[in-house]
T-cell receptor, first 110, second 115 residues
Framework: QKEVEQDPGPLSVPEGAIVSLNCTYS??????FMWYRQYSRKGPELLMY????GNKEDGRFTAQVDKSSKYISLFIRDSQPSDSATYLC??????????FGKGTTLSVSS | EAQVTQNPRYLITVTGKKLTVTCSQN?????MSWYRQDPGLGLRQIYY???????DKGDVPEGYKVSRKEKRNFPLILESPSPNQTSLYFC??????????????FGPGTRLTVL
């Protein structure tokens, strides 16, 4: 079993839809959870960061971590064409490098 | 502007011709890393460096070399490139791994094609 699993998609939604992106992981020692966004022909950029379990909201974006289920989610409300990108989950335990999911490609049509 | 720069951005070369991809960061970061990104395989770490003169292998180090003589620079060297090294390469840097929070800042990427 891979340490981090992420459905690669692609995922296509109409503008205004609610998008749910997910990752599962196997290592219960992971404590730091991130979502990166990567536009075409660009490097990934940090979008959301969560420590341990719980929710974090930033505008239209909400990150959730459920450590009991080893499951993290990113929700995008009122999705916009500018949200079209690849979203990568990443996680780590203290003192170690980030482990990335393979990324989910999202396309939001107007 | 705080950034990670890579050069070249695009490179087409032939099998066996040594090449170097440069990476530089201006954020005084201790940790630097190289990744390759391939369709269906995601980001895979090639090498990383915790600080000057300290480097270590990542998940896919075969066929690559790195050096960290200065804090800001972390070049990736392909001594004898092969077609299976055709990929999109990213350099990244962060403050370090201590404490766990490790936001990595990525460069713009280098698309390498080996014929």
């Amino acid at each position: 079993q891979k340490e981090v699993e992420q459905d690669p998609g692609p995922l296509s939604v109409p503008e205004g839809a609610i998008v749910s992106l997910n990752c599962t992981y196997s290592n219960s020692a992971f404590q730091y959870f991130m979502w990166y966004r990567q536009y075409s022909r660009k490097g990934p950029e940090l979008l959301m960061y969560t420590y341990s379990s719980g929710n974090k909201e930033d505008g239209r974006f909400t990150a959730q971590v459920d450590k009991s289920s080893k499951y993290i989610s990113l929700f995008i409300r009122d999705s916009q064409p500018s949200d079209s990108a690849t979203y990568l989950c990443a996680m780590s335990k203290a003192g170690t490098a980030l482990i990335f999911g393979k990324g989910t490609t999202l396309s939001v049509s107007s | 502007e705080a950034q990670v720069t890579q050069n070249p951005r695009y490179l087409i070369t032939v099998t066996g011709k040594k090449l170097t991809v440069t990476c530089s960061q201006n954020m005084n970061h201790e940790y630097m890393s190289w990744y390759r990104q391939d369709p269906g395989l995601g980001l895979r770490q090639i090498y990383y460096s915790m600080n000057v003169e300290v480097t270590d292998k990542g998940d896919v180090p075969e066929g690559y070399k790195v050096s960290r003589k200065e804090k800001r620079n972390f070049p990736l060297i392909l001594e004898s490139p092969s077609p299976n090294q055709t990929s999109l390469y990213f350099c990244a840097s962060s403050l370090g791994l201590a404490g766990g929070y490790n936001e990595q800042f990525f460069g713009p990427g280098t698309r390498l094609t080996v014929l």
